[in-house]
Every structure is written in structure tokens, then in C-alpha cells.
């Protein structure tokens, strides 16, 4: 039997990050993908407020999973132009595929 959306939770995935300024901006998770060893995540920021999400010019974010000497994940910008390049397209390509039909 399915499910109607009214009964189900939909909670997003909220990541708080830290820029190099120290500065905090919550984003939300839209994708996650493993290429090879490595995971990267797609990430838009997050608003309390639709009418701000709307307002603003949201672009995807594109970081790289690594862990620390705790082994504790964080998540890092890619420095690697290429690598950058190529990931970010593998995730367009993927959120195309996946909203194109709505």
C-alpha cells in the first residue's frame, strides 16, 4: 500500500559548516556519491525562511569526505580544478536525470 506524503516526516539533511573565515552556514545534503575511494557531497544552503530560499541564488556545492587523525569526517573543498570539474558534472548529471520528470 503507498504511502501519503501527509504521513511521512520528510526531514532534511542539514550539514553546519565552518568556512576558513570561521564564519557558519547551514546547507542541506541533496546528493551524496562514491567515486572510486572517495565520497563527495552535493550541498545548497539552507533557509528557515522559503521566501529567502526563493530570493536567493542558490548554487550547488560540491565538497570531498576525508577523515581526520580521529577518524572523525570532514568535509573539505576540492582543490583540484579537474577533479572539481569532473564531479561536479557527475552530480548535474544525476540531479538532471533525477528532476526531469517533475
Known amino acids: 500500500m503507498a504511502e501519503k506524503f ?3 516526516e520528510m526531514a532534511a ?3 553546519t559548516l565552518v568556512d576558513e573565515d570561521g564564519v557558519e552556514q547551514t546547507f ?3 546528493d551524496v556519491m562514491d567515486v572510486g575511494d572517495d ?3 552535493a550541498l545548497v ?3 528557515d525562511d522559503p521566501t ?4 536567493a541564488d542558490t548554487e550547488l556545492v560540491v565538497l570531498k569526505s576525508e ?8 568535509l573539505v573543498s576540492i582543490d583540484d580544478d579537474a577533479e572539481y570539474e569532473k564531479i561536479g558534472n557527475m552530480f548535474l548529471e544525476r540531479l538532471n536525470d533525477l528532476y526531469e520528470g517533475e
Open 6 to 8: 501527509d504521513d511521512m
Open 67 to 74: 577523515f581526520d587523525e580521529n577518524n572523525d569526517e570532514t
Open 45 to 47: 544552503p539552507y533557509y
Open 13 to 15: 539533511d542539514l550539514y
Open 39 to 41: 565520497r563527495y557531497y
Open 52 to 55: 529567502k530560499e526563493l530570493e
Open 28 to 30: 542541506e545534503m541533496i
